[in-house]
């Protein structure tokens, strides 16, 4: 066999097993370590026995693979009352326990109260997603998990997302100033930021996003 024919083909024998063994490690790092969900688990029960009561429950665990959270393992956890879903994890910078559960309840209850406006000026195809940009907001403002209280009560400006399945209309941005207006004049909300997002079905993007703070 020609001397050139045999290097070339020993550097592509390293160069598929390089990507092979590079396949290998991302599959091996995409899949979570059962021992770290089970002490994600356990540091999650003791934690809700000391801040919770008995109408929580731990019904999975979350691996952030991709970096999306400052965490790498948290535990699901439940209200089963109310049926708000929140995540329990170790915060590094703070080194202790910390959840999710007043940010993500007071993000359902806003949902829940500003739903009907949106689905009756955007169409009923349009959906609303809020969320608050601090998830350990409960916390910091000293709101107990036992005794939520309502986001009314504090001057939170959490981000309202608007999905509408079609392209931008003329109308849009009269609503959304309605929109504001009908949060503030309810004493829903006094600040926040409200977006627009035109995303079909299919997830196709149909137009620019745009919003408004306030």
């Avoid at 940010?103 to 608050?132: C, Q, R, T």
């Avoid at 997302?161 to 909300?189: A, H, Y």
């Avoid at 409200?194 to 703070?213: H, R």
């Amino acid at each position: 066999m020609n001397k050139y024919l045999k290097i070339i083909l020993g550097v592509l024998a390293v160069i598929i097993l390089g990507i092979g063994l590079l396949v290998v490690t991302f599959v091996l790092e995409m899949k979570p370590n059962k021992d770290e969900e089970e002490k994600i688990k356990k540091q999650a029960e003791h934690y809700l026995e000391d801040e919770f009561n008995d109408n929580f429950e731990i019904y999975d665990t979350l691996y952030d693979n991709m970096g999306n959270f400052g965490f790498d393992y948290a535990a699901k956890v439940r209200d089963k009352k109310v049926g708000t879903e929140f995540l329990v994890f170790y915060d590094d910078e703070t080194e202790q326990m910390v959840d999710t559960y007043i940010a993500d309840k007071w993000a359902d209850d806003l949902e829940a109260e500003i739903s009907p406006f949106i689905k009756e000026n955007f169409g009923k195809a349009a959906y609303v997603h809020v969320f608050f940009t601090n998830d350990n907001i409960g916390q910091e403002l000293g709101v107990s998990p036992v005794n939520p209280r309502s986001f009314k009560e504090f001057d939170v400006a959490p981000t309202i997302r608007i999905t509408v399945p079609r392209k931008w209309s003329d109308g849009d941005e009269k609503i959304l100033n309605e929109f504001i207006s009908f949060l503030k004049s309810e004493d829903k909300l006094q600040h926040g930021s409200a977006f627009l997002e035109y995303i079909a079905e299919n997830g196709e993007i149909l137009d620019d996003e745009w919003g408004k703070e306030f």
